[in-house]
């Protein structure tokens, strides 16, 4: 016999050789059957890092750091890196599903430290469990999954998984199938969005199962239904150049999140896994005879936070958002309305020559909302918000142009001459401009009651002193632009 020392820790290591004289052979199918080596040492006690790693593992079950995806509780395996006996050195326990990832067997990697070893064997020690974090997942090296009883897997083969408590998916929908095919149906109520972030419900059910891309099959374990949440995704956060500036008044906007609850429990979906601009399927369990239904939840984060929950599938919120969150925030399709505007200048400047210029004021978007981006006379970018629940904020986008304007930042000293006009002839208060390069800007940020339904935008006749013009004259010869807010 030998003894090791490492790290404090006195470890007997006994020749299996020598336990085994004097006893007859093993089953073929016992625990003790199989051997695995590491760096071409025997493991000793194999059965038992398997046991020591499941029980590790049931923590992370127990407080839903993943969840089970398959027919049983998840087992530990060792991964086959070589010759048939030569394994890694970390177990790798599951399937699982890891909250937020796509619904494809998930594992869990549970390192093994070396706490002793001889010429002809090694001692190891389960360590704790590498659980990935929400939205990802881990794959065991090498070709084939092992255990101590003789069974294998490969775990590359895609295989029917059955979803357990805790279970939350989020998959791509990128077969675009129909509802009907699917055997879903509507879910034109579920809709929440900030300035930010809108998830907007295109299907739901709860399907016996379901099936995925990979053709293998995904149904509830024991006790749990099944529920299926299929979403349009929208981040303007990512896709509108306004919220992408570079230097921030204060802090940047910081991304909203979108969460699922089931009863107590409340899972946020990975930005990762959600799309620009898309669709996606959130798949997940419910416990048979839960009372409460679950609830979909988005928080505006920041100094302003908001949050706002609605139950799935009734769309019913539970929480008193302000009405501007309430509204659709944008139109189905962009605006178009133009103005025709005069615009005399005193003298030339670059090639626009001075006098009178035939111009439009044309109408390029909308949006209403609690939050917008604004550009400071500094050049850097401030989120605005309402100065009450009761209010809006209504963002009409344009561009200005005409017969060889003068090429010339102006903006900050136009911008008053830009006039949001409310039904009752009331002159909206401007909160804030975006510019760029033009004379005018391109985006007028007003704030209004949350009920306004249209708003007229067009320039406001009179003069302005530009440092590199002199005296500009504003003219009109139309009418503003009337907008339609209803929406």
Same mark, same amino acid.
């Given at each position: 016999?030998?003894?090791?020392?490492?790290?404090?820790?006195?470890?007997?290591?006994?020749?299996?050789?020598?336990?085994?004289?004097?006893?007859?052979?093993?089953?073929?199918?016992?625990?003790?059957?199989?051997?695995?080596?590491?760096d071409?040492?025997?493991?000793?006690?194999?059965?038992?890092?398997?046991?020591?790693a499941?029980?590790?593992?049931?923590y992370?079950?127990?407080?839903?750091?993943?969840?089970?995806?398959?027919?049983?509780?998840?087992?530990?395996?060792?991964?086959?890196?070589?010759?048939?006996?030569?394994?890694?050195?970390?177990?790798?326990?599951?399937p699982?599903q890891?909250?937020?990832?796509?619904?494809?067997?998930?594992?869990?990697?549970?390192?093994?430290?070396?706490?002793?070893?001889?010429?002809?064997?090694?001692?190891? =020690?389960?360590?704790a469990?590498?659980? %990935? $974090?929400?939205?990802?997942? *881990?794959?065991? @090296? #090498? &070709? /084939?999954?092992?255990?101590?009883?003789?069974?294998?897997?490969?775990?590359?083969?895609?295989?029917?998984?059955?979803?357990?408590?805790n279970?939350?998916?989020?998959?791509?929908?990128?077969?675009?199938?129909?509802?009907?095919?699917l055997?879903?149906?509507?879910?034109?109520?579920?809709?929440?969005?900030?300035?930010?972030?809108?998830?907007?419900?295109?299907g739901?059910?709860?399907?016996?199962?379901?099936?995925?891309?990979?053709?293998?099959?995904?149904?509830?374990?024991?006790?749990?239904?099944?529920?299926?949440?299929?979403?349009?995704?929208?981040?303007?956060?990512?896709?509108?150049?306004?919220?992408?500036? =570079?230097?921030?008044?204060?802090?940047? %906007? $910081?991304?909203?999140?979108? *969460?699922?609850? @089931? #009863? &107590? /429990?409340r899972?946020?979906?990975?930005?990762?896994?959600?799309?620009?601009?898309?669709?996606?399927?959130?798949?997940?369990?419910?416990?048979?005879?839960?009372?409460?239904?679950?609830?979909l939840?988005?928080n505006?984060v920041?100094?302003k936070?908001?949050?706002?929950?609605?139950?799935?599938?009734?769309?019913?919120?539970?929480?008193?958002?302000?009405?501007?969150?309430?509204?659709?925030?944008?139109?189905?399709?962009?605006p178009?309305?133009?103005?025709?505007?005069?615009?005399?200048?005193?003298?030339?400047?670059?090639?626009?020559?001075?006098?009178?210029?035939?111009?439009?004021?044309?109408?390029?978007?909308?949006?209403?909302?609690?939050?917008?981006?604004?550009?400071?006379?500094?050049g850097?970018?401030?989120?605005?918000t309402t100065?009450?629940?009761?209010?809006?904020?209504?963002?009409?986008?344009?561009?200005?142009?005409?017969?060889?304007?003068p090429?010339?930042?102006?903006?900050?000293?136009?911008?008053?001459?830009?006039?949001?006009?409310?039904?009752?002839g009331?002159?909206?208060?401007?909160?804030?401009?975006?510019?760029?390069?033009?004379?005018?800007?391109?985006?007028?940020?007003?704030?209004?009651?949350?009920?306004?339904?249209?708003?007229?935008?067009?320039?406001?006749?009179?003069s302005?002193?530009?440092?590199?013009?002199?005296?500009?004259?504003?003219?009109?010869?139309?009418?503003?632009?009337?907008?339609?807010?209803?929406?």
């Amino acid at each position: 016999m030998s003894l090791t020392v490492r790290g404090g820790a006195v470890l007997l290591l006994v020749p299996l050789l020598a336990v085994a004289a004097g006893c007859s052979a093993p089953p073929a199918n016992s625990a003790e059957s199989v051997e695995f080596t590491v760096d071409g040492r025997q493991v000793v006690d194999p059965h038992q890092l398997q046991t020591e790693a499941e029980q590790q593992l049931s923590y992370a079950l127990s407080f839903g750091l993943v969840s089970s995806a398959g027919a049983g509780a998840p087992l530990c395996w060792f991964a086959r890196t070589g010759s048939t006996t030569q394994v890694d050195e970390r177990l790798w326990c599951g399937p699982v599903q890891v909250p937020g990832s796509p619904p494809s067997n998930g594992w869990v990697p549970v390192p093994m430290k070396k706490v002793g070893e001889n010429p002809g064997q090694v001692q190891l =020690q389960v360590q704790a469990p590498e659980v %990935p $974090q929400a939205g990802n997942r *881990s794959t065991p @090296v #090498g &070709d /084939r999954l092992l255990r101590t009883d003789g069974a294998s897997l490969d775990p590359k083969i895609p295989a029917d998984r059955t979803a357990g408590p805790n279970f939350v998916a989020v998959m791509a929908d990128t077969e675009h199938r129909t509802n009907a095919e699917l055997g879903l149906d509507g879910a034109d109520a579920v809709r929440l969005h900030d300035d930010l972030l809108t998830v907007t419900g295109t299907g739901w059910g709860h399907p016996d199962s379901f099936q995925l891309p990979d053709q293998s099959t995904l149904r509830a374990a024991p006790g749990m239904g099944l529920r299926v949440l299929r979403v349009h995704v929208e981040r303007p956060a990512k896709t509108e150049d306004a919220m992408k500036g =570079q230097q921030w008044e204060g802090w940047a %906007p $910081q991304p909203s999140t979108v *969460s699922l609850q @089931v #009863g &107590d /429990r409340r899972q946020e979906l990975p930005a990762e896994r959600l799309p620009d601009s898309g669709d996606v399927f959130v798949l997940y369990t419910v416990p048979d005879g839960q009372s409460s239904p679950e609830s979909l939840v988005l928080n505006t984060v920041g100094a302003k936070s908001w949050e706002q929950r609605l139950e799935i599938p009734s769309g019913n919120r539970l929480s008193n958002d302000p009405a501007a969150l309430r509204r659709t925030g944008q139109p189905a399709q962009e605006p178009t309305g133009e103005q025709q505007v005069k615009i005399t200048t005193g003298h030339g400047y670059g090639d626009s020559p001075g006098g009178e210029h035939a111009a439009k004021l044309a109408v390029t978007g909308v949006r209403v909302g609690r939050q917008r981006p604004v550009k400071l006379d500094s050049g850097r970018y401030q989120m605005v918000t309402t100065s009450a629940p009761d209010k809006a904020l209504v963002e009409v986008r344009m561009k200005v142009s005409g017969d060889k304007l003068p090429a010339i930042t102006a903006g900050p000293l136009t911008k008053d001459s830009i006039e949001l006009t409310l039904p009752g002839g009331e002159r909206a208060k401007q909160v804030g401009i975006r510019y760029d390069g033009d004379l005018f800007p391109s985006a007028v940020v007003v704030e209004v009651p949350a009920d306004t339904k249209s708003i007229k935008v067009g320039l406001r006749p009179g003069s302005v002193k530009l440092p590199a013009l002199g005296e500009v004259a504003l003219a009109t010869s139309g009418d503003p632009v009337q907008l339609n807010l209803t929406f």
